[in-house]
């Protein structure tokens, strides 16, 4: 049988005499006023043609959802918990759309997210697969892994930019129930579409702490103790991978979060699951591709990200699509020289006397400017500029210049220029994506979800995205609150 489909009118009615007396809890009273302030209708019809004609009548998609979502909320880490908990407190149902003497059992909310879950597999991969190595541990403490090189970079650029089709991702109806905040966010001023500051970082999500595998092959019969052949995983998506914040390996995923880094409260625009061993700066490859697939009416006009970054395929890209890249330089790996010219740390020529020569601006013909270091007026000219070097390097008066184009190294000449005050005020809106980071993991306790699968480590994720923006609209005080009784006076 279809469900019934979500009427706001009746929920609106079962919250009326629910919050109308003073003992009211007010993050209820919040939760409340957030899910009122959305259109769920678009759960229904989305999970309509997965029920069947026949059989029982089900839960409606909508209440479970809002189940869900109150559960996260609440910060509870378990639907057997979670279940439990709904039968006991009947404020609860009747906030989720349930009645009080009937709840869902644990089961229904497994067969709901097997629903949304677009594949019948739970994993990517199959739970058959080849045995990992633990990566190699960097060398010194806090450390992090060196770099990938140039071309493995430029390769993935090629295999992800402009070839990923949205239909084949399993999470697709996760995200297109997270785009419904995420759009909320942008209706209530929070988020600019057109244009969008993005940062972007990766953070170490453990999901067991031994790796549960056995053998599928007999090497063991025949006296063979270690072998290279396939094992069976119970989570075949979690691989080993190095933590340098907490200096030991781990076993799980890599969270790769692309945020809004001007938004109200520094809020997720799109999460990927990785594996463990996957590089931050390969991560955000595929994590801004498919980024870009997902939300093609969002345009970035600036990117924040960290020196794990620090690839000329990235800047050749982001240049490409007049993104402006602040990436901070991997000093073990630069080499500060452009053709025959040394430059200085902050991208200025040095010149034929050994001073660093000044930027001059930017030309339409995107070429950076500069202009000899002992350039002064002329005496008695407030126009005309004369060069006051003792030993002058040419035959101008005006003094050495160079143009330098940007496409020839954007990671060393870009503008604005780097180490200039409207860089670093730009850079340091990169740490918005690791005080996101921090919210999802430590006040959302994502690592203490006890998930066998990506399908259930992806909706718990984007359950806490939602979260995080319904808590960013009651910050700026954008919650509706008209179709509540006020809240009665202490």
């Given at each position: 049988?279809?469900?019934?489909?979500?009427?706001?009118?009746?929920?609106?009615?079962?919250?009326?005499?629910?919050?109308?007396?003073?003992?009211?809890?007010?993050?209820?009273?919040?939760?409340?006023?957030?899910?009122?302030?959305?259109?769920?209708?678009?759960?229904?019809?989305?999970?309509?043609?997965?029920?069947?004609?026949?059989?029982?009548?089900?839960?409606?998609?909508?209440?479970?959802?809002?189940?869900?979502?109150?559960?996260?909320?609440?910060?509870?880490?378990?639907?057997?918990?979670?279940?439990?908990?709904?039968?006991?407190?009947?404020?609860?149902?009747?906030?989720?759309?349930?009645?009080?003497?009937?709840?869902?059992?644990?089961?229904?909310?497994?067969?709901?997210?097997?629903?949304?879950?677009?594949?019948?597999?739970?994993?990517?991969?199959?739970?058959?697969?080849?045995?990992?190595?633990?990566?190699?541990?960097?060398?010194?403490?806090?450390?992090?892994?060196?770099?990938?090189?140039?071309?493995?970079?430029?390769?993935?650029?090629?295999?992800?930019?402009?070839?990923?089709?949205?239909?084949?991702?399993?999470?697709?109806?996760?995200?297109?129930?997270?785009?419904?905040?995420?759009?909320?966010?942008?209706?209530?001023?929070?988020?600019?579409?057109?244009?969008?500051?993005?940062?972007?970082?990766?953070?170490?999500?453990?999901?067991?702490?031994?790796?549960?595998?056995?053998?599928?092959?007999?090497?063991?019969?025949?006296?063979?103790?270690?072998?290279?052949?396939?094992?069976?995983y119970s989570q075949p998506d979690s691989f080993w991978g190095w933590d340098s914040s907490r200096n030991c390996h781990y076993i799980g995923y890599n969270l790769y979060l692309l945020t809004a880094s001007d938004a109200h409260s520094d809020l997720p625009i799109f999460p990927l699951l990785l594996p463990a061993s996957r590089?931050?700066?390969?991560?955000?490859?595929?994590?801004?591709?498919?980024?870009?697939?997902?939300?093609?009416?969002?345009?970035?006009?600036?990117?924040?990200?960290?020196?794990?970054?620090?690839?000329?395929?990235?800047?050749?890209?982001?240049?490409?699509?007049?993104?402006?890249?602040?990436?901070?330089?991997?000093?073990?790996?630069?080499?500060?020289?452009?053709?025959?010219?040394?430059?200085?740390?902050?991208?200025?020529?040095?010149?034929?006397?050994?001073?660093?020569?000044?930027?001059?601006?930017?030309?339409?013909?995107?070429?950076?400017?500069?202009?000899?270091?002992?350039?002064?007026?002329?005496?008695?000219?407030?126009?005309?500029?004369?060069?006051?070097?003792?030993?002058?390097?040419?035959?101008?008066?005006?003094?050495?210049?160079?143009?330098?184009?940007l496409a020839d190294n954007p990671r060393i000449f870009c503008t604005p220029a780097r180490g200039s005050d409207a860089w670093g005020k730009e850079y340091k809106k990169r740490t918005s994506s690791e005080r996101d980071n921090k919210r999802i993991k430590e006040d959302y306790k994502l690592e203490d979800g006890r998930h066998?699968?990506?399908?259930?480590?992806?909706?718990?994720?984007?359950?806490?995205?939602?979260?995080?923006?319904?808590?960013?609209?009651?910050?700026?005080?954008?919650?509706?609150?008209?179709?509540?009784?006020?809240?009665?006076?202490?």
């Amino acid at each position: 049988m279809q469900p019934k489909p979500f009427c706001r009118a009746a929920y609106e009615a079962a919250l009326q005499a629910e919050f109308s007396h003073i003992h009211a809890d007010k993050k209820l009273r919040k939760f409340a006023r957030a899910i009122l302030s959305v259109d769920l209708s678009v759960i229904d019809g989305m999970l309509a043609p997965t029920y069947s004609r026949f059989g029982p009548k089900p839960y409606p998609p909508s209440s479970l959802f809002i189940a869900c979502l109150l559960m996260v909320f609440l910060r509870v880490t378990g639907f057997t918990v979670w279940a439990k908990q709904l039968k006991e407190d009947p404020v609860y149902a009747r906030l989720c759309g349930f009645a009080p003497d009937k709840t869902p059992e644990v089961g229904t909310f497994y067969n709901f997210i097997a629903r949304l879950w677009a594949s019948d597999k739970a994993n990517f991969r199959d739970h058959v697969r080849p045995k990992k190595d633990r990566p190699k541990k960097p060398g010194g403490k806090n450390e992090k892994a060196d770099p990938p090189s140039n071309e493995t970079v430029a390769t993935d650029i090629k295999k992800w930019c402009g070839n990923v089709s949205k239909e084949s991702e399993p999470y697709r109806r996760f995200f297109r129930l997270f785009r419904i905040f995420l759009e909320g966010s942008v209706s209530r001023g929070l988020i600019s579409k057109g244009h969008l500051g993005v940062s972007g970082d990766g953070t170490p999500v453990v999901t067991m702490h031994r790796e549960r595998s056995h053998r599928v092959c007999d090497c063991h019969e025949k006296g063979i103790e270690r072998c290279d052949c396939y094992r069976w995983y119970s989570q075949p998506d979690s691989f080993w991978g190095w933590d340098s914040s907490r200096n030991c390996h781990y076993i799980g995923y890599n969270l790769y979060l692309l945020t809004a880094s001007d938004a109200h409260s520094d809020l997720p625009i799109f999460p990927l699951l990785l594996p463990a061993s996957r590089h931050d700066g390969r991560a955000f490859v595929e994590a801004y591709a498919k980024f870009q697939a997902f939300c093609p009416d969002f345009h970035t006009e600036r990117m924040q990200l960290d020196s794990a970054h620090d690839a000329m395929p990235i800047y050749q890209w982001m240049l490409e699509d007049k993104v402006t890249a602040f990436i901070n330089l991997n000093t073990r790996k630069t080499k500060f020289d452009w053709k025959d010219l040394q430059v200085t740390k902050d991208g200025r020529p040095i010149c034929p006397e050994g001073k660093a020569m000044h930027r001059d601006g930017t030309d339409d013909r995107m070429r950076m400017k500069f202009r000899c270091p002992c350039l002064k007026h002329e005496k008695g000219s407030s126009k005309k500029f004369v060069c006051g070097c003792e030993h002058p390097c040419t035959d101008s008066t005006y003094g050495p210049v160079k143009h330098i184009p940007l496409a020839d190294n954007p990671r060393i000449f870009c503008t604005p220029a780097r180490g200039s005050d409207a860089w670093g005020k730009e850079y340091k809106k990169r740490t918005s994506s690791e005080r996101d980071n921090k919210r999802i993991k430590e006040d959302y306790k994502l690592e203490d979800g006890r998930h066998r699968s990506s399908m259930m480590w992806y909706f718990r994720l984007y359950l806490i995205l939602m979260a995080i923006h319904v808590d960013a609209w009651d910050t700026a005080g954008l919650l509706d609150a008209s179709s509540l009784p006020a809240e009665p006076a202490a």
